[in-house]
């Protein structure tokens, strides 16, 4: 049972370029969530899904875009980085009848 | 709307010395709270969760906090702290699937 996992876990963007942050879980959770953490700072929800299928929007949507066509991925894409998204990205989980969210070890993303 | 304040941004505290970190909330219902310790470089671990039930929640790493609804807080004690310690600390509260965050306090141990 490895939780959830994250990959990277360190990466290095041009402005402009475009990549794709992996997140999977094998704990059968229906919820999965996208934060980032700027220094210093909390956390803001990128995007969250509540299921295979379904997504929406956190605090801090612009300049993503979520999929999740299973239960176990919910990957997150960057399309035209710029430096405002250097930070360090947490991908976490929950099971319907928890309330603990369970995180990944983070993808640490800079854009110059 | 649903809120988490940590008021303090960074706390210094001698080894051996007790440690209250402070959190107040703001949610309409009965709220799920949490306290999370991230690590310097690490992701987040749950230190401890209130549902319902006793006030006093005891977590890992000889954690606990209390839950006082007249003062909508739930403060995080440890009797002792080690250097081990020394981390970011934040307090979360459920609001419909979703964790709202408090900023963090940034815990200093003093040896």
Known sequence: ?112 | AQSVTQPDIHITVSEGASLELRCNYSYGATPYLFWYVQSPGQGLQLLLKYFSGDTLVQGIKGFEAEFKRSQSSFNLRKPSVHWSDAAEYFCAVDSNYQLIWGAGTKLIIKP
């Not at chain 1, 942050?21 to 969250?48: F, S």
């Open chain 1, 1 to 112: 049972n490895a939780g959830v996992t994250q990959t990277p876990k360190f990466r290095i963007l041009k402005i402009g370029q475009s990549m794709t942050l992996q997140c999977t879980q094998d704990m059968n959770h229906n919820y999965m969530y996208w934060y980032r953490q700027d220094p210093g700072m909390g956390l803001k929800l990128i995007y969250y899904s509540v299921g295979a299928g379904i997504t929406d929007k956190g605090e801090v949507p612009n300049g993503y875009n979520v999929s999740r066509s299973t239960t176990e991925d919910f990957p997150l894409r960057l399309e035209l980085a710029a430096p405002s998204q250097t930070s360090v990205y947490f991908c976490a989980s929950r099971g319907t009848s928890e309330n603990e969210q369970f995180f990944g070890p983070g993808t640490r993303l800079t854009v110059l």
